[in-house]
Structures are given as C-alpha cells and as structure tokens.
C-alpha cells in the first residue's frame, strides 16, 4: 500500500467537509470483478453479446462501481478510523469501460451520541453526468 487513510477524528470532521478521487475504469478492472465474485453476467462481460444491446457496448457492474465507496470511506472520510456500517445505491446512469470516474463524499449529518457521520456519496463521469448516488453511515471509532 503505497498512500495512506486519512486520519479524522469525530471532532475533526465538520458537516459540508468533502473528499474525492478519480478513478480511470479499464477492462482489467471489470474482467478482474467478475473472475472474483463469479459474476459473469454477459452485459458486463461479453463485448459480443453486450454490442448487441441498445447500450452497444459492456457495461460495468454497479456493485463493482460502488465498492469504490469502500475507498471513500476507508482512505479519505474519515480514514484509518472508518467502520463502514450502511450504504445505500441508486444506479443512475450507465458507465462504459474507458470512462474516468469521480467518487465522492460530503458529510451532511453528524451524530454525537453515536459518532457516525452520513455521507452523501456520488461516482460521476467525466461530463459530470451521475453515475451512482446514495448516502453511506460511518463510525468514526476512537480507536
């Protein structure tokens, strides 16, 4: 591992703080999503099948697009102190292999009591169009 967490504390994060990262989508990426959760559904997988379809092209899997709130949460919002505990997804729009995407986070609620944050999570495409949303709840652990 070659960059590390963030290291926020509850009382660090502040609500409106966000964090981003793009991410360049290629087809070893995708092809390597599907060898490892056996997912190999042929819109995904299969160019020949795929170009067939009114997308024209494989589409990637939302679930492996979404895991890359894992990142979010465990590098940048809040870091090495994240204990991811919800997500949820709303699948937007389609995204294609060759695609820059950008994940992000923005706090939008902060309980004290508990010491979870809700974040307002977004992956868009290079023209901004979106992707995925969803908001994610987190622990940040005192540990």
Do not use: W
Request: proline share 3%; charged share 25%.
């Amino acid at each position: 591992m070659t960059e590390k967490p963030s290291e926020y504390s509850f009382d660090e994060i502040e609500l409106g703080m966000q964090k981003s990262f793009k991410v360049d989508i290629s087809k070893n990426m995708l092809d390597a999503f599907g060898r490892d959760t056996g997912d190999h559904n042929p819109l995904h997988m299969s160019e020949e099948y795929a170009s067939s379809t009114s997308f024209k092209k494989r589409v990637c899997s939302g679930m492996f697009l979404s895991s890359f709130f894992s990142r979010l949460v465990g590098m940048y919002l809040p870091g090495k102190h994240a204990l991811h505990i919800s997500q949820s997804l709303n699948f937007v729009n389609p995204c294609f292999i060759g695609e820059t995407i950008t994940v992000g986070g923005k706090v939008i609620d902060k309980s004290p009591a508990t010491k979870i944050i809700k974040l307002e999570t977004t992956i868009t495409n290079e023209s901004g169009k979106r992707i995925i949303d969803g908001n994610a709840q987190v622990i940040v652990r005192d540990d």
